[in-house]
Each structure stands twice: as C-alpha cells, then as structure tokens.
C-alpha cells in the first residue's frame, strides 16, 4: 500500500493564491464600509482597496452584498468557541463567574460592530436581504441554546430555544446601539445580564443535575 494513500491533500498553490485574494477583499470591504457606510461604497473602490480589480472581485464574489454574509460569519465566529465554557458554569451558576465569561465576550464587541454595522445598514434599507443576513434567531442564541441543554438547565430544545431568546434580546439591543455608536457601560451591562441568568438558571435548573 502506498504510504501517501491516506494523507491529506494539500491545497494547490493556485487554491492558496485565490484563497488569500479573497481574504484580502473581504479585509478591503471592512475598511472601505467602515470609512463610507455601505451603500455610499462601489466595488470598485473595495477592489482597489485590496490591490485587486473590479473583475478579480467577480471571481470571488456575485456583487456587493455578498461581503455582508462573509462580515456576519467572521463577527459570528469570534463568539462561537466561548459557548463551551458556559455549559460547565450554568452548570453550578454563579453570578461572579458568568459576569466573568460575559465581559470576555463583550471585550471583542469594539472587532464585531465594525463588522456588523453594514451588515445592520443594509438590513435596515432592504427587506429582503435582512431576512437572509438577520435571521428570525438571535445571534448567538442557537450556541447559547445547546449550553442550556447541555448543562440541563432546560430539558428539551424548544425549551432552550425560548429561554436563550430571552437572554440573548437585551446583549443584541445593546450591541446594535454599539455597532452605531452608541456607547455602551459594558461592566454594568455583564453584572445585570449575569445575575439575570444566574437567577434563571437556578430556577430552571433541572433536579438530579451536576451541582443543583
């Protein structure tokens, strides 16, 4: 049997190289849609902005639009990974340390908002795309949902669902008003937020589970 059977395949170099273009252009549409709001920006300028073309930006991308879901997903993907440690605090839920895991998250709002603020600007201007960018979910809590099955505090799914919508509503608000400039007393807003969960989820916390 050939000893390279089961390696993994590297990406060929022309794969790297338009991988690493289309990175470039998203990094370009932050700092163009940060510098002129996103319906005052054309492709153009983007493209310029990444030391590429107007056609070099058609093959990564149909139009400009499209940067909206790649902004969405790279400010979804900060938050994601924190989710996991919530599962073992909800677990035994104590307002210090939820009031802790919260204020790492909101420490990278100032990244997220310059990422979701054309994101929120074309949502509000079309209908159509806020559905697809904005869906009838919160972000974050679908992850936040799962951490409250995982750490039985809620004994089903659609049970989570509600209650990681009544969590998450306050965190969104505030992270709109964020994203336009809005300042935002974010201590304040972790040790509200925290002894609201931690009283919900003493509450809710399912007899015979870890800790309760």
């Not at 929120?120 to 159509?128: G, V």
């Not at 007393?185 to 399912?206: G, P």
Request: glycine share 2%; hydrophobic share 45%; net charge neutral.
């Amino acid at each position: 049997m050939s000893p390279y059977r089961n390696a993994v395949a590297t990406p060929s170099l022309r794969a790297r190289q338009k991988a690493a273009t289309r990175e470039l252009i998203i990094d370009a549409a932050v700092v163009v849609f940060a510098a002129r709001g996103y319906e005052n920006s054309r492709i153009d300028e983007v493209a310029s902005c990444a030391g590429t073309s107007r056609a070099t930006f058609y093959l990564h991308f149909r139009r400009k639009s499209d940067l909206l879901f790649e902004l969405r997903h790279r400010a979804e993907q900060d938050f994601e990974p924190d989710y996991r440690k919530l599962v073992s605090l909800l677990r035994d839920p104590r307002v210090e340390e939820i009031q802790q895991w919260l204020l790492r998250g909101l420490s990278r709002w100032s990244e997220a908002a310059v990422l979701m603020r054309p994101v929120f600007d074309a949502a509000d201007q079309d209908r159509m795309l806020a559905k697809q960018l904005l869906p009838e979910t919160l972000p974050g809590s679908k992850p936040l949902a799962r951490a409250l099955v995982d750490a039985e505090v809620c004994p089903d799914e659609s049970t989570a669902d509600a209650m990681a919508m009544v969590f998450m509503a306050p965190l969104f608000i505030a992270f709109r008003r964020r994203a336009f400039g809005t300042p935002v007393n974010e201590e304040r807003l972790a040790v509200l937020t925290a002894q609201s969960w931690t009283a919900m989820a003493v509450e809710h916390l399912r007899p015979g589970s870890a800790n309760h």
